[in-house]
């Protein structure tokens, strides 16, 4: 154990809390890049667009042999994606940005790629390469923030465990 108190007395609490008020959330307790963040999280959002957009697409493009398992997965997933990004989205105006929902350089801020797929085999690879790249990015950007930002990788955690289940659900029907 140190000598020093385990909280900062409660004067300069109250007197930091005034000061920077227009920064709402983010505190002089912030630990992270606050810059870095909200690109880091740009580009998150822009990938959970993509993928909802190529799920999106594999729900009403899915069929032949066990196609309706696969389209309903594909919709939840979307759902899900969706989810995601509007959470995203919200953790970035918190932050004081702008959440950048332009189609303009879409594809080149996400970490995934739309690929559409021709068969059903197909869709459901591809999907489950995103949902690995996403996996990976995630776990990268989780362990960057660290204990800078544990709001925004707690929330990425969650969405992590989300990406995870993705991927088995896709192995799954790639092994029906």
Known sequence: MTDQPFLTDVKTLRERARRHMERGAVTEGYGADIGQVIHI??????????????????????????????????????????????????????????????????????????????????????DLVAERIAIDSYREIIQYLGNADPTTRRMLEEILAVEEEHADDLLDLLEQ
């Not at 970490?111 to 869709?123: D, F, P």
Request: with cysteine.
């Open 41 to 126: 999280l740009n580009e998150a959002l822009a990938t959970e667009i993509v993928c909802t957009l190529r799920y999106k697409r594999h729900h009403f493009m899915a069929s032949g042999l066990n196609s309706q398992a696969a389209a309903v997965e594909f919709l939840e997933h979307a759902n899900e994606e969706q989810q995601h990004a509007d959470q995203i989205a919200a953790r970035i105006v918190q932050l004081g940005g702008a959440p950048n929902f332009s189609p303009e350089g879409l594809l080149t801020r996400s970490h995934a790629e739309y690929v559409e797929g021709t068969t059903l085999k197909e869709m459901i690879e591809e």
